[in-house]
């Protein structure tokens, strides 16, 4: 191939990258056990998960589920140490609501191999005063693990402490609100350092009047995310191009 040839055919690869579609990141829902397979309008959604109504990935007998002590969506028992405190148990059905039916977590999707769900999230930036929040008003509620996704005893059907698993207070296996928030789900969450409003963190619940902040959090990271991509496929393409010039 002559050299003005593949100059011409690099030239092309490089716009055909830049040009690629980058709406794969927003407007999705998780390919998990209760999600649905696209986001769409749901006028009765349940109390706490209200605030997605508009454009959710959850349905609505999902969201009355998440209210339920011992819901049929997991069969979770967040009473597993002792009744947990009302204004701790909101936070829980926050976070159930969060990650049923938020389509804007697209960012942070990972693909697992689980019998139960395709995909996960990663490290979505929770708001710092979501996370501090959860964690103050959870505090002096006990339980007996540090990791809720794994290690308990399901014998009888719904998740109860291993023997050698002590219930104590939160703060004993969640010293500080970052410990809680990262921890408790396997890393579903890291604590941002950003505020809620910031534009730059997830927040776990919102006041849907005001719209859905978390849209324009998912367009920042997916933009962020897309760019740095394109940037690192671009180059691997273009230097691989100037190879096969340089040889011909």
Request: charged share 20%; glycine share 4%.
């Amino acid at each position: 191939m002559a050299p003005t040839q593949l100059w011409l055919l690099l030239v092309w690869a490089a716009e055909v990258w830049a040009a690629r579609p980058r709406t794969e990141l927003l407007n999705v829902c998780m390919n998990a056990r209760h999600h649905k397979e696209k986001p769409g309008r749901e006028d009765k959604l349940h109390e706490q998960c209200s605030p997605w109504k508009k454009n959710a990935c959850c349905s609505v007998n999902t969201s009355l589920e998440a209210h339920r002590d011992v819901s049929l969506l997991y069969n979770f028992n967040w009473d597993h140490c002792g009744p947990m405190a009302p204004a701790c148990k909101r936070h829980f059905i926050q976070d159930t609501c969060l990650y049923e039916c938020s389509p804007n977590l697209g960012p942070w999707i990972q693909e697992v191999n689980q019998s139960w769900r395709k995909e996960r999230i990663l490290n979505v930036p929770l708001c710092k005063e979501d996370c501090e929040s959860w964690w103050e008003d959870c505090r002096t509620s006990s339980t007996c693990k540090s990791n809720w996704h794994k290690g308990w005893n399901w014998t009888s059907g719904i998740n109860e402490c291993p023997v050698k698993n002590a219930c104590h207070r939160f703060d004993f296996y969640f010293p500080t609100p970052a410990a809680l928030c990262n921890e408790i789900w396997s890393h579903s969450f890291k604590v941002s350092n950003y505020s809620r409003g910031s534009g730059r963190c997830i927040q776990m619940w919102f006041d849907p009047a005001q719209g859905n902040p978390n849209e324009e959090v998912a367009r920042f990271y997916a933009e962020a995310m897309m760019n740095g991509a394109e940037l690192h496929g671009a180059w691997s393409l273009l230097l691989g191009l100037a190879l096969l010039l340089l040889l011909s």
